[in-house]
């Protein structure tokens, strides 16, 4: 009876429960079954607080009538070229094969760098997600997005640049928007700006001045978008994301940490050295690493199999035999002076090395703000908006849901809320209801046997 009674309002709360999970359509659409074209943009280095420092009279637009979500977890290391890709494929760094901006493959013996990038053997152990877009019948565009111009998986894109620096931020745009309006096959657009990234190395984000120009000109950028999309008539019609792959932190000559002080240059070769070196013993292993060990007390060390589990920056053939992770704000040089006052790549749980994301566009909530989210979680949302089966990914869509204007992801928590509410009440109410029984019946027999021992005593006294 009592289990009966529990299945009912599981039944009635799990009822309820249904009614509060997604409605509509899974695509975020408008009216109608087409997917809108979803535009991916990144400007390079933003720093998640330069949003509360600096003023951006243009993005603030552009998210209070969408979304922002004030931090993302990024992804170790914090570099262009890994975060860029975990982006567009949901996966750990060690995931996807993009470690660093400079990498060495020993069993090949090739080399990795931002200037000899085209080598498709260091994107192929990924999908980015332009390559699923065009597996699943659409086509994708971009505008120099890292990869984007790579024959990655045997698949080029026919609407791509060549990276070229100099190309304006107006010709890269101007180029999607005709890309999107011209072919309505194009769902998926990417593009990609160096600032305020280059600014932040060349000045150092400290240097308020510089960086308030800067980032004046990326706000007016913004601005420059939503015109655009307004005047081609894409505004409001298709979802953008705007977001970045790293901040920034000031870097001085007064924390840089010299290897060759520490250890004769013919015993090692570094493969990238700052702020996290990738370094190949050429000697003996064991003395490279003591000798790096004692080198600073702040720059960590680290045989490739004790890479800390958090960073998942192990399981990759190309990550060498001892990684250095420098401490925030500092440098590691093999000698010589500060290469740069600016500098990004540090541990991903600082908040200076997280960017922001904002979002808008008909599958977006309005006015709506998170704290923050992981970086791979973006890939399972996009895949969501486009409605093409994600690859496996490390990302997770239970949170970046809340994001879209069909998930009614509060409703959900309180629905759960609700069914182990009543769940309490009623265990709650049956121990007491047992408890009560249990005093009825234990109490009413001492009390008879006490009447019987009464007139047992009182039978000789009557006699
Ligand atoms: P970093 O700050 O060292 O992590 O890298 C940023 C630099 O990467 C930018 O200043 C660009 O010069 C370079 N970069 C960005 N995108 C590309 C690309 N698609 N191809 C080659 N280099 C790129
Ligand atoms: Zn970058
Ligand atoms: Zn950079």
């Not at 045997?154 to 180029?175: A, D, V």
């Not at 001085?252 to 990238?272: A, F, G, N, T």
């Not at 199999?305 to 250095?324: T, W």
């Not at 996009?382 to 990914?393: D, S």
């Amino acid at each position: 009876m009592q289990v009966n009674s529990y299945l009912y309002v599981l039944m009635i709360v799990c009822s309820g429960l249904t009614l509060c999970v997604p409605t509509g359509n899974q695509t975020g659409l408008g009216s109608g079954n087409e997917v809108p074209p979803l535009l991916l943009v990144s400007f390079d280095g933003f720093r998640a607080d330069y949003l509360n420092n600096y003023s951006f009279p243009n993005l603030e637009k552009f998210f209070s009538d969408g979304v922002l979500v004030h931090e993302l977890t990024n992804v170790f290391t914090t570099k262009t070229f890994p975060n860029h890709y975990s982006l567009v494929t949901g996966l750990y760094a060690e995931s996807h094969g993009m470690l660093a901006n400079v990498m060495y493959d020993s069993v090949s013996n090739k080399t990795f760098s931002i200037k000899n990038d085209s080598d498709p053997f260091w994107w192929d152990e990924a999908t980015p997600i332009w390559v699923s877009v065009e597996e699943s019948g659409y086509k994708a565009a971009a505008a120099m997005w890292p990869g984007t111009d790579v024959s990655i998986q045997n698949h080029t894109l026919k609407h791509k640049f060549k990276y070229n620096p100099k190309m304006t931020f107006q010709n890269r745009l101007g180029n999607l928007t005709q890309w999107m309006t011209e072919d309505r096959s194009v769902k998926f657009s990417t593009l990609y700006w160096e600032e305020p990234d280059r600014s932040g190395h060349m000045y150092g984000p400290d240097n308020t001045t510089e960086m308030s120009r800067v980032l004046k000109e990326v706000d007016g950028h913004i601005g420059f978008l939503m015109e655009q999309l307004n005047r081609t008539g894409l505004w409001g019609k298709i979802n953008v994301i705007i977001t970045s792959d790293h901040g920034m932190t000031q870097c001085s000559q007064e924390r840089v940490i010299k290897l060759d002080d520490c250890i004769h240059p013919s015993s090692y070769r570094v493969v990238d050295l700052t702020p996290v070196g990738a370094v190949i013993p050429l000697g003996d292993n064991s003395t490279v690493y003591k000798n790096l060990s004692r080198c600073h007390p702040h720059m960590k060390v680290y045989l490739k199999d004790e890479v800390p589990d958090r960073l998942h920056y192990k399981n990759n053939a190309r990550i060498q035999p001892i990684i250095l992770v420098a401490d925030e704000g500092w440098t590691i040089v093999k000698n010589g002076r500060l290469p740069r006052l600016g500098d990004h790549g540090y541990d991903n749980t600082f908040p200076s090395m997280h960017p922001f994301l904002a979002a808008h566009g008909p599958a977006f909530r309005k006015g709506y703000k998170m704290s923050s989210l992981n970086s791979v979680d973006l890939y399972p949302l996009m895949c969501h908006l486009l409605g093409i089966p994600p690859k496996p990914n490390n990302g997770s869509f239970t949170y970046v849901r809340c994001a879209l204007v069909n998930e009614q992801c509060g409703q959900l928590a309180l629905a759960v809320g609700i069914v182990i509410g009543v769940l309490i009440i009623l265990t709650t109410f049956t121990c007491l209801f047992k408890l009560m029984k249990n005093r009825d019946v234990s109490s009413s027999r001492p009390f008879a046997r006490l009447e019987l021992e009464e007139d047992d005593d009182d039978v000789p006294l009557l006699e």
